[in-house]
Structure formats: structure tokens, C-alpha cells
């Protein structure tokens, strides 16, 4: 069986080194030495295991790939990088024809949809790579069409948090609001409660100081209007191998499906776990 190259792009970032490990520990990839990386990292290398990754500025791009595709060949793009870059990080890979895995976080998601569906390649983007926490966004989904306002006078009290470095409001958190309004709660965006300070990370939740630099906590509360039923949901997730493990299953469905032909389709995570 040949090997599925793998370009992971936002290195050194923590779940892009996270992923590359994993990409270097699993027999079925092959990593490739190269990452897309932001124009505020000022080193040119950076080593994962044993292996050296050049590091390639926005400036560098288009000439390093045409180099990379006729070193390589056919290969998958991974991208963790930041979320001021998702749209442009997108047309590029459209662009040049590179069929990209994307859990980067942020952007506009409309025209990162247009933008794949007008291409000729297909990818998999998803505000979540842990296919366990996107099992559980299709129950709440599932719940929130088949059970309309079935907590409606309640009220939700939505709080997660996430390491320093985060600079956006978690995906997740986002994306189950519209899921609870659906049940009838009115809720915005702009009530999630989000936390980055370490020290109230560490002694109001309680998350451990070993995951204070890598972790995804996440608790919705939901509170009747005479306060005599509460409902808690909650999902916890300390350190990064969640989302790398779901990525590189999103590597291999992408693969499988352009195999069968896919062009100008763009896949969620849900693809991946019903696939």
C-alpha cells in the first residue's frame, strides 16, 4: 500500500506539531518536510522528531509548492494555521489545485464553502477534528430538528475554555448555540463566556497545570425559569491528540472520495464519521 504524503501546514503551532507526530508514528502517511507557515515566525526550520521541516513564508509559497508537487507528487494539505488566514489559505490551495484538510477555526465559512465548490478539488473543513465532540454536535443537531423548542423557557449558560494562545471563540461553542436556539432558547454569541487566563483556568475550573497550555473545555448549563431543573452538559478535552487522531481519519476519507471523483465538494467531519 503506498503511503498518503501529508503537507501539515502552521508549524511550529501546537496542533500542527501535534498532528505531525502523529502523521510520523502512523505507518499509513508519509510527512512531508515542508510547512505553510504565518509571516510573523521568523525561523526558516523547525524540527519534529528527527525530521526537519522548512518553514515557507506567504512571500514563498507559490514557487515552494510548484517545487513540492514535482518532488512529490499528489499529496493532502493539512492546515492548523490562524484564523485570519482561513479564506486566503483556502483560494490558495484552490488555486493550485491542492485537496487540503482544514480545522482551522474562524474566517468566513460562506465563501470558504463558495470557494471550494467553485475549485476543481474537494477538502474536509470542520471548526472540530475530534470526531467523539462532532458525534455528540450531530445528537444536539439530530435533537434540535426532530425537537423544536424543547427547552424553550429555559435559559443557557454556555462557558469554555481553551488555552492563552487561542485567539477566537471556540468553533464548537459556537456552532452549539444555534443548536440550543433551535430548542428554543435565545442565545448569542456573544453570551458564551470564554476564559484564557491560566490562573482562573487552573484554580476556579479546576483544569489541570500540565493541560493549561492544551485543553478544550466546554459546559452548558441549562436552567428552568422557576429554577427547579438544571441540565449540564459538558465535554472535556486536555491536550491535542483528539484532533489530530480525527484529522488524519479526515485524510483518509478525503483520499478515498477523490478516488471516487470528487471535485468542488466540501466535507465536514460529519462526512468523515458516516463515512
Known sequence: MNKIKIMINGIPGNVAVNTAKHTLEDSRFELLPYSLTGPEINVSEFRIETVDICLIH???????????????GFFISVDFTHPSAVNDNAEFYCRCSLPFVMGTTGGDRDLLSRTVETSTIAAVTAPNMAKQIVGFQAMMEHAANTYPDLFKGYSLELR?????????????????????????????????????????????????????????????????????????????????????????????????????????KMFTMIDVLSG
Request: charged content about 30%; aromatic content about 8%.
Open 160 to 264: 469554555e475554555s481553551h488555552q492563552k494562545g487561542k485567539a477566537d471563540t471556540s468553533g464548537t461553542a459556537k456552532a452549539m448555540v444555534s443548536y440550543f436556539k433551535k430548542l428554543g432558547i435565545p442565545f448569542s454569541e456573544s453570551e458564551i463566556i470564554k476564559e484564557r487566563d491560566p490562573e482562573s483556568q487552573k484554580n476556579t475550573w479546576g483544569i489541570p497545570q500540565e493541560h493549561l497550555e492544551g485543553h478544550a473545555w466546554h459546559t452548558y448549563t441549562l436552567t428552568s425559569n422557576d429554577n427547579t431543573v438544571n441540565f449540564v452538559f459538558q465535554h472535556n478535552v486536555n491536550g491535542r491528540d483528539i484532533y489530530a487522531k480525527g484529522t488524519l481519519d479526515a485524510v483518509l476519507f478525503l483520499c478515498r472520495q477523490l478516488k471516487k471523483g470528487a471535485r468542488g
Open 58 to 72: 506567504p512571500d514563498k509559497r507559490i514557487n515552494a509548492i510548484d517545487k513540492i508537487k514535482k518532488e512529490h
